[in-house]
């Protein structure tokens, strides 16, 4: 019966973050984007593309370029970013909850807005579950800003591939 209650206990207690020093992670995902500008919302769709390398058990550094298009009143938009940063895992067991903060540049143009190009900041977060050990798909939420009154936010799905584990 001790056996038991000792075999539960540890498998209850949750584990820490299993990712390897040089471990990688390819993700791909879909979302919904809006890019939010005084007195204009418009909303669309972006792809986006995550190189993710295990630096330390928790720590990943982040590289992500995202496009997004959009529908404004004022004819079809396009918007796109890439940032640098890190990425934060919070715990591996069969769920991920991950943290991300980044800087980097975004670009918007078309229709009614002037083609631009700005400063980043970008913090977000997103829950993975492992399919299998090099296999993982989520959902994720990202906000970027200029640090002034615009913002670039989508929430969508992912899937992610990781190797090098070994």
Avoid: C
Avoid at 73 to 79: I, L, R
Wanted: aromatic letters at 12%.
């Amino acid at each position: 019966m001790v056996g038991w209650a000792v075999g539960a206990a540890l498998l209850a207690t949750p584990l820490a973050a299993a990712a390897d020093d040089g471990e990688t992670a390819l993700s791909v995902g879909l979302a919904y984007a809006s890019f939010a500008i005084p007195d204009r919302e418009p909303a669309g769709a972006a792809l986006g593309f995550d190189y993710e390398r295990g630096v330390a058990d928790e720590i990943w550094f982040r590289a992500s370029l995202q496009a997004a298009g959009y529908a404004p009143d004022g004819g079809p938009s396009f918007g796109g970013q890439g940032t640098l940063g890190l990425t934060y895992i919070i715990d591996v067991i069969k769920y991920v909850p991950y943290l991300h903060a980044g800087v980097g540049a975004a670009a918007i143009g078309g229709g009614e807005l002037d083609n631009q190009l700005h400063p980043l900041a970008e913090i977000g977060a997103g829950l993975d579950k492992l399919a299998r050990r090099g296999l993982s798909y989520g959902v994720f939420a990202r906000v970027g800003s200029f640090l002034d009154d615009s913002a670039f936010t989508t929430v969508g799905a992912r899937a992610t591939w990781r190797y090098g584990f070994f």
